[in-house]
């Protein structure tokens, strides 16, 4: 038999074997993130520090977001957390010489390094995972996704949907920084974030926003809270990645360990809790 025989003969049965195999979509991804990380085990990993209820990080500085409502004295955040107030109004953008508050918002509190150093002392602090420096780490808590990229209900769904309680935390799955914080139609409240120049991230539905366009943004940053803004059907996190407006596949993004990230972020919004007058 001619070597192009043999040739052609194993190719039909290689092909047979594939069309008569029962490989799912979620197989061959959960495969192909197998085989990525056994390759990759020994490439070039980072410490990414998580952002939870106790420690955020925002601008470069430590601290803590809260829900301020009309009426609030600044000089309340100087007694609880040592903070500055003159730190406060320029990390907020509010006008010069604020001392009280006049509408509800969210405002990012600085700690003093004294402060920082007690809870450390108390073991409190923000918790690591290490994981490849090209590596997406899941943004939020929940590792049930109730809807994969494809078409769903005769149209195209561009991202993944994880499910999650109200005011879950939502965290930055990659460094980069923030081209759009706004309301987005079906979106509803959307971040988008540009990573690596060609890479972005849109992470949608969301209850609260907390930064904002031009903002630096770091993997595992608090960036808001999920929610059912927009054309939802219940509280969830929606998730896409894109490259060069091309809609991409999250979970190839994403760690195949699920432990990789929700050990270290379970904490949401009825954890942080507000400060009001």
Do not use: C
């Amino acid at each position: 038999m001619k070597k192009k025989e043999i040739f052609f003969i194993l190719i039909s049965i290689i092909s047979f074997i594939f069309n008569k195999s029962e490989l799912y979509a979620e197989d061959a991804i959960n495969s192909w993130q197998k085989v990525k990380y056994e390759v990759e085990t020994y490439s070039t990993t980072e410490k990414v520090f998580i952002d939870n209820s106790e420690i955020q990080t925002y601008q470069g500085m430590t601290g803590i977001w809260k829900k301020v409502s009309p009426g609030l004295d600044l000089s309340t955040f100087v007694v609880a957390y040592q903070a500055s107030i003159d730190e406060i109004i320029s990390i907020n953008n509010l006008p010069a010489n604020s001392k009280k508050i006049y509408s509800t918002m969210w405002l990012f509190i600085p700690y003093s390094q004294n402060y920082i150093h007690e809870l450390e002392k108390k073991g409190i602090n923000r918790l690591s995972v290490d994981v490849l420096i090209n590596e997406y780490i899941w943004p939020i808590e929940g590792i049930r996704i109730t809807s994969r990229l494809g078409k769903r209900w005769g149209k195209f769904h561009p991202g993944i949907d994880i499910a999650a309680s109200l005011g879950t935390m939502v965290l930055a799955a990659m460094d980069g920084e923030v081209t759009e914080s706004k309301y987005f139609g079906d979106y509803g409240n959307a971040v988008m974030v540009n990573n690596n120049s060609s890479y972005l991230t849109i992470y949608a539905h969301l209850s609260q926003i907390l930064v904002k366009k031009g903002d630096k943004v770091r993997k595992g940053q608090l960036i808001g809270f999920s929610g059912n803004s927009g054309h939802s059907t219940g509280p969830h996190l929606h998730f896409e990645v894109r490259y060069l407006s091309v809609v991409l596949n999250p979970e190839v993004f994403l760690p195949m360990f699920k432990e990789s990230i929700y050990t270290f972020a379970r904490k949401d919004i009825e954890n942080i809790g507000t400060v009001e007058q």
